[in-house]
């Protein structure tokens, strides 16, 4: 059984991850490996490998003593127990701001971002015997808090005062701490005209918010019309249809360009004095498609507008 499913929604992560200034995320080390199997259920994660690894000798059965990657329930077991580690103060944190092992959240202050943080890896390491760790942040100051183990691979010998901070991986979002925008890293292999080449190219792109939804969408009316029923996936499409498949790819490669604002508008979201979303949407025989933009006011009427998310089909 799988359990209750306790994965948080990776959309509205990412939307609230883009509110405030200070940014941070972080890891749960090895998380399925730090919750037990019970006595009287490891007969049910038997296998069988060779005596001491040495392929020479022979199989011997052995069973999981901790619950492991791609066994049904182990995700609900995790998220249940990291859950349950962490004490009232942070527990919004680890509840609503987790996917899976990541967790991303932010602060309007670099005080309260390195507070939460502690406090967190005091409760999941006293507790529940796990640690949080490859923090990121955006703030110098926050990452300067913690010690260079705990911080992500790519930081730990960084000069945090006079060297250029660099891109990170969250939930498969591309992050630039200096310029604190969204950026994207397209793979510039070429990929035959194939229905198989087609479809990998436009999958190559993971975009949850719809930041270059318009190349994606135009990829896959590509894919529609100048795929054939019944044409096998490796089969060389028609040449006629070369200009277009170049002409898509030289804008898959602009995105190596392109940059988006990681907070939504210059204004905190937290502290406007008015929000307002405003959904447009639009319907053609080749496409549909929905952009929501949040409006943010101050407190002296100053207005500013930002992209929130969109969704086509």
Known sequence: MSGPDLTNNLVGILMRFRKNAIAITGDIEQMFYQFRVSNHNRDYLRFFWYQDNNFLKPLI???????????????????????????????AFVCNDFYVDDGLTLFTNKEQAISLVKKTQNDLKTNGHTRFHKIVSNDID??????SDDLSKDLKNLDLCSDILPTQQSLGITWDLHSDNFVFRVNNDIKPITQRGLL?????????????????????????????????????????????????????RSLG???????????????AHHLEIHIFCDAYKQAISSVANLKS???????SLGFLWKKQN
């Open 61 to 91: 059965e052995y069973r999981m003593t901790s619950h492991v990657f791609g066994n049904t329930p182990s995700q609900a077991v995790a998220s249940y127990g990291l859950r349950q580690a962490v004490a009232t103060s942070v527990r």
């Open 142 to 147: 926050v990452m300067k808090a913690f010690p």
């Open 200 to 252: 990998s190219s436009i999958n190559s792109l993971f975009d949850p918010l719809g930041f270059v939804s318009p190349i994606v969408i135009s990829g896959n009316i590509l894919l529609r019309e100048v795929v054939p029923p019944g044409t096998d996936w490796d089969e060389q499409l028609s040449s006629e249809h070369d200009d277009r498949w170049n002409l898509w790819i030289e804008s898959l």
């Open 257 to 271: 360009n392109f940059e988006i604002p990681r907070m939504i508008t210059p204004e905190l979201v937290s502290t």
């Open 297 to 303: 006011v101050n407190e002296t009427g100053n207005a």
